[in-house]
């Protein structure tokens, strides 16, 4: 699908598509991390953009290594957004290695820099995510998140409740 997004994985340009030029970086390897954008940069900025849902930054840093297949796992990927070379939106993708039963990939994070929020860019990154990652995708959402709504948008459905048991 051409939805006007320009997906690599390191540098490229955008043509001209009407809407604001969109530019996402997709890295699913530590080895493929562009230097231009230093993980620690992108994990921090994540971590600011996703409050006031975010979790700690331990915990970002373990799904980013997670998406990186470190240590054996199943990895994913990050997406990188930028407009005009700044750095605009942020996605982490776990795959779970589970379809069939679970959900194929878990988009973990999800995170539009909040000047830029209510231009459609949340929306597609989402889409170019769904594009890049075959498979069936769950998420989880705090109820009172306004984000559902866009989740909705983009052909999420609420399915199960989810109950947890925390220790
Ligand atoms: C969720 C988020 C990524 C959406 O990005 P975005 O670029 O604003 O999304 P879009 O412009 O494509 O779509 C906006 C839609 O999202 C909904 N929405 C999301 N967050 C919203 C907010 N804080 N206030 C109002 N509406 C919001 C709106 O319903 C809107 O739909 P509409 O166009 O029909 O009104 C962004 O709000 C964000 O980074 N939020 C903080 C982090 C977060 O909650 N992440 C998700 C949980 S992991």
């Not at 995510?129 to 909705?152: I, M």
Request: aromatic share 8%; hydrophobic share 30%.
């Amino acid at each position: 699908m051409n939805d006007g997004n320009n997906v690599s994985g390191g540098d490229c340009c955008c043509g001209g598509s009407g809407k604001e030029d969109l530019e996402i970086v997709k890295i699913r390897d530590e080895s493929e991390w562009p230097s231009e954008h230093p993980r620690d940069e992108v994990e921090s900025l994540l971590y600011e953009w996703l409050k006031p849902y975010n979790d700690t930054p331990p915990a970002i840093h373990k799904a980013v290594d997670y998406a990186l297949g470190k240590d054996g796992k199943p990895g994913g990927g990050v997406l990188i957004g930028k407009v005009a070379g700044r750095y605009v939106g942020f996605v982490v993708v776990n795959k779970t290695g589970m379809g069939g039963y679970i959900p194929d990939n878990i988009l973990v994070y999800i995170a539009v820099a909040p000047e830029q929020r209510g231009k459609g860019l949340g929306g597609r990154l989402i889409e170019a995510t769904l594009n890049e990652f075959p498979g069936d995708f769950k998420l989880h959402v705090e109820q009172e998140n306004p984000a559902r709504r866009l989740y909705r948008k983009v052909g999420f459905t609420e399915k199960y409740a989810e109950m947890r048991f925390q220790r």
